[in-house]
């Protein structure tokens, strides 16, 4: 063989996989949505999926996604991948960070991202497009100056066997 290889993944692929990967470990039947934090020179800083605080089982709080209780529904007691990836850092400053996701941010997570710095977000699906929530993050998230780019898929499938 003579050269590199040149079949390798690219940075954006190989992040947005980490996030994926990382939306793997969430206990939810609905939606299992990862976030990876990378440093301005490619390094991965912190990653997070959606599910319950730590402490709080998840097979005491609820995963309906509906009901006439909001108690009894997953919404007010799940952390977000995203805030769950900003509170996993503990390497001081993300400022300049880039953090990429599966599912675009809501308004809450629109707020951390923000306030800690990060000013890039690649993310993949936007299936809540249009909604008050992702109407407000954009706006927000334009506001402050964030870039936002949309992962376009390379089209091939990346298999892992554990």
């Known amino acids: ?5 040149t079949d390798y993944i690219s ?8 996030a994926k990967l990382a939306g793997m470990r969430s206990k939810d039947p609905n939606s299992q949505v990862g976030a990876c934090i990378v440093s301005e020179d490619n390094k991965i800083l912190s990653m997070g999926y959606n599910g319950f605080p730590a402490g709080c089982s998840d097979d005491e709080y609820p995963w309906e996604r509906e009901g006439s209780d909001p ?3 997953k919404y007010i007691y799940v952390t977000h991948s995203e805030l769950n990836a900003i ?4 390497g001081g400053s993300l400022k300049g960070a880039k953090l990429y ?3 675009f941010p809501c308004n809450e997570c629109a707020k951390a991202i923000i306030q800690c710095g990060i000013r ?6 936007d299936k809540y497009d ?3 929530s992702v109407t407000a ?3 927000m998230l334009a506001s402050a100056g964030v870039e936002i780019i949309r992962y376009r898929p390379a089209g091939r499938t990346l298999k892992i066997e554990v």
């Open 130 to 132: 249009g909604t008050p």
């Open 137 to 139: 993050s954009k706006m």
């Open 101 to 103: 996701v599966s599912l």
């Open 87 to 90: 509170l996993n850092y503990s």
């Open 1 to 5: 063989m003579s050269g590199k290889r």
């Open 11 to 18: 940075w954006d692929e190989y992040f947005m996989a980490v």
């Open 120 to 125: 890039k977000v690649i993310y993949d699906s």
């Open 71 to 73: 108690l009894k529904t």
